[in-house]
Nanobody, 124 residues
Framework: QLQLVESGGGLVQPGGSLRLSCAAS????????IGWFRQAPGKEREGVSC????????NYADSVKGRFTISRDNAKNTVYLQMNSLKLEDTAVYYC?????????????????WGQGTQVTVSS
């Protein structure tokens, strides 16, 4: 059974850092592009970042460019999201999602498998 599990969320002060992990089981991530999305209370889910299956192509939402870095370790079947210089507005539930394609996509509907999410709270 194809499963994604996020971890690494928590409470952090503004300016702090967190690293989220997205571990896959039941399938190999080698053939999947992986996206990170987030959803804050009362807001729509938005794309944060995506990495191609090879890791050679990445993209980021304007709101996180220069602060977040996506990476993957296919040997560990895991994708990471390093989040630095966190802001209050980064508070959300963060989800990873898999797309059976080498290339990234922008919209959530292009991703077929989703994790359960991990809460990130930025607060002083």
């Amino acid at each position: 059974q194809l499963q994604l599990v996020e971890s690494g969320g928590g409470l952090v002060q503004p300016g702090g850092s967190l690293r989220l992990s997205c571990a896959a089981s039941g399938f190999t991530l080698d053939y999947y592009a992986i996206g990170w999305f987030r959803q804050a209370p009362g807001k729509e889910r938005e794309g944060v970042s995506c990495i191609s299956s090879s890791g050679g192509d990445t993209n980021y939402a304007d709101s996180v460019k220069g602060r977040f870095t996506i990476s993957r370790d296919n040997a560990k079947n895991t994708v990471y999201l390093q989040m630095n210089s966190l802001k209050l507005e980064d508070t959300a539930v963060y989800y990873c999602a898999a797309r059976y394609s080498s290339g990234c996509a922008i919209y959530a509907r292009h991703f077929g498998s989703w994790g359960q999410g991990t809460q990130v709270t930025v607060s002083s």
